[in-house]
């Protein structure tokens, strides 16, 4: 199974961005869905999860008024789409599957089986 995370870039504050994760093999329709991020010096915290189904999502509270997850089943694929962005979303954002989910939406990242290569995004004036 691979992740393949895209649509990270440079920002001014205030711009949106949509972020996209690939997942090839395996079952996706199958798979728990997260969002991480890591900012330099601090440790990775979760963003976001989505169910296997799409019906169910939970936001962290630090960004639930900003941002929303989304997937297709049909494209393998799970969305962020990132509203208002502002310099502390700076970050490399991670994708991550749950190929086994025990819960719909997964909080605990030792949970995940898998993890995407990540991709930068920068927020700056």
């Known amino acids: 199974v691979q992740l393949q995370a895209s649509g990270g870039g440079t920002v001014q504050p205030g711009a949106t961005l949509l972020l996209s994760c690939v997942v090839s093999?395996?079952?996706?329709?199958?798979?728990?869905m997260g969002w991480y991020r890591q900012s330099p010096g601090k440790d990775r915290e979760f963003v976001g999860g989505?169910?296997?189904?799409?019906?169910?999502?939970y936001v962290d509270d630090s960004v639930r008024d900003r941002f929303t997850l989304s997937r297709n089943n049909a494209e393998n694929t799970v969305y962020l789409r990132m509203n208002d962005l502002e310099p502390w979303d700076t970050a490399i954002y991670y994708c991550?599957?749950?190929?086994?989910?025990?819960?719909?939406?997964?909080?605990?990242?030792?949970?995940?089986?898998?993890w995407g290569q990540g991709t930068q995004v920068t927020v700056s004036s």
């Open positions: 093999g395996g079952t996706f329709s199958k798979y728990a």
């Open positions: 989505i169910s296997a189904g799409g019906g169910g999502t």
């Open positions: 991550a599957a749950d190929a086994d989910p025990r819960v719909p939406i997964v909080v605990d990242a030792t949970r995940y089986d898998y």
